[in-house]
């Protein structure tokens, strides 16, 4: 059994900073690609920021120059900087990991429960 447990959203300012992390614990042979991906009300999720095993990083235009993925495979840690908030970054932010908990066995999706980031004008 694997679970992801997120953490850092909360109110800010617009202009404001915040740091969120997403750390797995469970059976984990190997985690491959991370993410950051959120869903603002009444709109669909989108992809945020990736990050491969590798530490390949990928962003979403809407944030690219103000937000930092990064990750610690010893800790199973994915987190995401988040610098220059704007009101249209307010969203619950979901944490993904792809994981395989065994050596021989497939890969899984595995998803946060969410955290919210509000940012007022």
């Known amino acids: 059994q694997v679970q992801l447990v997120e953490s850092g959203g909360g109110l800010v300012h617009a202009g404001g900073s915040l740091t969120l992390s997403c750390v797995a614990s469970?059976?984990?042979?190997?985690?491959?690609?991370m993410g950051w991906y959120r869903q603002a009300l009444g709109k669909q999720r989108e992809m945020v920021s990736t990050?491969?095993?590798?530490?390949?990083?990928n962003y979403a235009d809407s944030v690219k120059g103000r937000f930092t993925i990064s990750r610690d495979n010893a800790k199973n840690l994915v987190s995401l900087q988040v610098n220059s908030l704007k009101p249209e970054d307010t969203a619950v932010y979901y944490c993904n990991q792809v994981i395989q908990t065994t050596p021989t066995g497939p890969k899984y999706n595995y998803w946060g429960q969410g955290t919210q980031v509000t940012v007022s004008s």
């Open positions: 469970g059976s984990i042979f190997r985690t491959y690609g």
């Open positions: 990050i491969t095993l590798y530490g390949s990083a």
